[in-house]
Nanobody, 127 residues
Framework: VQLQASGGGLVQAGGSLRLSCAAS????????VGWFRQAPGKEREFVAA????????YYADSVKGRFTISRDNAENSMYLQMSSLKPDDTAVYYC?????????????????????WGQGTQVTVSS
């Protein structure tokens, strides 16, 4: 599965951005997918994940209430709507897919569980 993230950019604090991730294969629709981010000098961290059915979502505490993850299996796509952005949200954002067939409610935020990664898109939030 190849993943292509897009939608990053420069935004002022308090603003919004919507990230998109397009997958190359239909197997995407049966996989848990998620967003991760990595700031300069820091380790990659979990942001949000969604089960293949879309019925379950999971967020890092730092983005809960501000970010919303969604997916469109018919389009092999996933999204991350980011609102009330803060300078601490500045990072390269990566979309990822676990790549295994799981139950409709299975979800994970562990980077090691994800087997396919996009190339990343830069999000910069100015103060």
């Amino acid at each position: 599965v190849q993943l292509q993230a897009s939608g990053g950019g420069l935004v002022q604090a308090g603003g919004s951005l919507r990230l998109s991730c397009a997958a190359s294969e239909r197997t995407f629709s049966s996989s848990v997918v998620g967003w991760f981010r990595q700031a300069p000098g820091k380790e990659r961290e979990f942001v949000a994940a969604i089960s293949w059915s879309g019925s379950r979502t999971y967020y890092a505490d730092s983005v809960k209430g501000r970010f919303t993850i969604s997916r469109d299996n018919a389009e092999n796509s996933m999204y991350l709507q980011m609102s009330s952005l803060k300078p601490d949200d500045t990072a390269v954002y990566y979309c990822a897919a676990e790549g295994r067939i799981r139950g409709p409610y299975y979800i994970t935020g562990r980077p090691d569980d994800y087997n396919y990664w996009g190339q990343g898109t830069q999000v910069t939030v100015s103060s």
